[in-house]
């Protein structure tokens, strides 16, 4: 019995002492009022912290962190020497030239060479040609070639060094201007295989765009185009802009295009006026409303394309759609979150049913998929392999403007000369794949 009571006594002092320690211990450790309060305003800053970073990507679209630490500055002037090197007549064993340095032109002066502005090198070079002229025009060594690249360096199957914070203004450009990193379009070998890379969590847009130039400004250029598309934005490129400029001359496809994974690039206060042809389908009579735009939107996203003014509008204004398949690459973004705001559309001969801005412009159906590339990414589950659709969604397409359009439509049989509307203006394919868009305050003018 004395037993029994021993054990009880020393249960209960031990869960006493237990007791004791645990307050003890909540009492030193617990934070007060005012450090929960500090802790909780931490935590909310952290999380809005984060938010802004991804630049409230979407589920399906990965963002890269657009802050401006550690801009590269190059101070480097471009020796005679060099300058030599670039206003030499450009022939067949020399007909570029890499720039890493700040060049300065004279208006009165002829360049027949590539300019290439590669890797690291280049990063904060400002190329002022002071309205010289890039000439790649017929019967010159560079004739369809891009008069200026501005590219990334590839070290090993994997790496790639990219350029960035680099201005290039006040060019007389005959022929074209790319920016492009793992690949000039999206049908490389490199941009197929990252595209398909992963079989089930895909990171190829983080790679491309990890791997492309950013920070690029076209200021106050003018191109024309010999046939090439005028400016190409590669898988990847973003954060770059053509400002103030001019696009004209022609082209065999379209005037400007955004290639899949590029993002919040910026077109603003341009005269874009390029000459396009039909495409493929297009020369079939009533088998198609498409043709090459002015600006092609292939799974680009989060782009701006404001205060433009358009002409030169037979075969479209700004079309959004996501290539399904083309060279074996699957495309992972769709032509998501854009802004075409404030742009003038110009006509003045063209009477047909092409719309300014087309919404899933291409939205494969039958025929596409059927007779076209569709089936060539199939195999993974996700992008334009697990669907062929455009996805063109989430878009803004506010105040624009468009001018003197007159178009046939058939009324009791017959077709007459009307009076264009909005809704002939402003066209989205397969609403419910493309679908929501913010379509507001666009008006038509005589």
């Known amino acids: 019995m004395k037993i029994m009571e021993t054990t009880i006594k020393l249960r209960l002092k031990s869960t006493l002492l237990l007791f004791l320690l645990g307050v003890f211990i909540t009492v030193s450790v617990a934070p007060t009022q005012a450090q929960v309060t500090k802790r909780n305003k931490q935590t909310k800053k952290k999380t809005k912290t984060r938010d802004h970073r991804t630049n409230h990507a979407p589920e399906n679209e990965v963002a890269i962190d657009d802050s401006y630490n550690n801009i590269p500055i190059n101070t480097t002037k471009c020796s005679e020497q060099k300058l030599q090197e670039i206003l030499a007549p450009a022939t067949a064993s020399s007909s570029y030239v890499k720039i890493d340095c700040n060049l300065t032109l004279k208006r009165n002066n002829v360049v027949t060479k590539r300019l290439i502005f590669e890797g690291s090198k280049a990063s904060g070079v400002t190329c002022d040609c002071n309205h010289a002229k890039l000439d790649g025009g017929k ?22 060094i990219k350029p960035q914070y680099i201005t290039i203004k006040n060019c007389n450009i005959i022929g074209s201007v790319r920016i492009w990193g793992m690949g000039k379009n999206g049908e490389t070998a490199a941009i197929k295989e990252s595209s398909k890379r992963e079989p089930i969590e895909s990171k190829h847009v983080l790679r491309v765009r990890n791997n492309a130039p950013r920070y690029i400004v076209l200021d106050r250029i003018s191109i024309t185009g010999v046939g090439r598309n005028p400016l190409y934005f590669a898988p990847g490129v973003t954060y770059s802009k053509l400002i103030n400029s001019e696009m004209k001359g022609k082209s065999e496809k379209v005037g400007i295009y955004f290639d899949a994974e590029s993002a919040y690039n910026t077109i603003e206060n341009n005269y874009i006026h390029v000459k396009t042809e039909e495409d493929g389908w297009g020369v079939l009579p009533a088998v198609t409303d498409r043709g090459w735009p002015q600006i092609a939107l292939d799974g680009s996203s989060w782009n701006t394309f404001i205060n433009n003014r358009f002409s030169n509008l037979n075969n479209g204004g700004i079309y959004f759609y996501r290539n399904c398949g083309e060279g074996g690459t699957i495309r992972h973004t769709p032509p998501e979150h854009n802004t075409i705001k404030n742009n003038s559309f110009y006509y003045n001969k063209y009477k047909g049913g092409k719309p300014a801005i087309y919404l899933g412009s291409r939205d494969y159906g039958f025929k596409e998929s059927t007779f076209g590339h569709c089936d060539a990414d199939d195999g993974r589950p996700y992008g334009s392999s697990s669907s062929d659709k455009d996805y063109a969604r989430h878009n803004k397409i506010l105040q624009n403007q468009f001018y003197n359009r007159k178009i046939y439509k058939q009324i009791g049989g017959q077709f007459r000369l009307v009076d264009a509307t909005l809704n002939d203006m402003i066209k989205t394919k397969g609403e419910s794949s493309n679908s929501p868009n913010n379509i507001s305050n666009n008006e038509m003018i005589d």
Not at 149 to 160: D, F, G, L, R
């Open 139 to 160: 019967n010159t060594v560079n004739y369809r070639k891009d008069m200026i690249e501005v590219k990334s360096k590839k070290t090993n199957e994997q790496t790639w």
